[in-house]
């Protein structure tokens, strides 16, 4: 069976773009991009919608410096095949939109994008190393794995949404969920700042 990753983006700002990644309909971590552009602007933009074939890259300064940090638990870098007038787009950690051009970098926690522009997650390396495993270890037994990128809208405007949890299908509550407990600490984030502006 074919492992099949899903970037839902959640939020789109002025110089970033937040997401969701889920791997065979299960939530995995969130994701962070460059923003959205009609017009490829360089290091600036977030790759198109659509599904790609996702293969090891051997070479490059990412992978040495991953082969570096994670030794033997490194087998190449995930690298996105064929997108549209964009080369080496890559699955990494980092922690804001200047940390990628064009590449996708995951985290286990993900601040709102009306908070900064650049946006921001958190605990990539974790993130990161999880969700590595998981797609490494099929590739490394020759399964294809795919990646979609699609947006919240044209999820919840999907007619064959269902309530069972299977391979191809994303649960909307699992979506919704997920974007209540951000805007719930956004909200805890400026109640702190109110705070503090008021002592």
Do not use: W
């Amino acid at each position: 069976m074919k492992l099949k990753l899903q970037v839902i983006r959640t939020q789109f700002g002025k110089d970033a773009t937040n997401g969701m990644l889920f791997i065979n309909g299960v939530f995995e971590c969130y994701t962070l991009e460059d923003q959205y552009q009609a017009v490829k602007v360089m290091h600036e933009t977030c790759i198109p919608e659509g599904t790609y074939d996702i293969k090891f890259r051997k070479t490059g300064g990412f992978h040495a410096k991953y082969s570096d940090r994670y030794k033997n638990a490194h087998y190449g870098m995930l690298h996105i095949q064929d997108v549209p007038n964009f080369t080496y787009i890559l699955i990494h950690s980092g922690n804001t939109d200047e940390h990628t051009s064009g590449c996708l970098i995951v985290g286990e926690t993900q601040q709102d994008l009306d908070l900064s522009d650049d946006g921001f997650i958190g605990h990539s390396g974790t993130a990161y190393k999880k969700m590595y495993s998981k797609v490494a270890n099929q590739l490394l037994q020759g399964k294809e794995v795919t990646i979609e990128y699609t947006t919240i809208d044209k999820l919840l405007n999907k007619k064959e949404l269902s309530n069972k949890s299977t391979d191809d299908v994303i649960l909307t509550s699992t979506v919704m969920e997920k974007l209540q407990e951000i805007n719930g600490n956004v909200l805890t984030g400026n109640a702190m700042l109110k705070g503090r502006l008021i002592n």
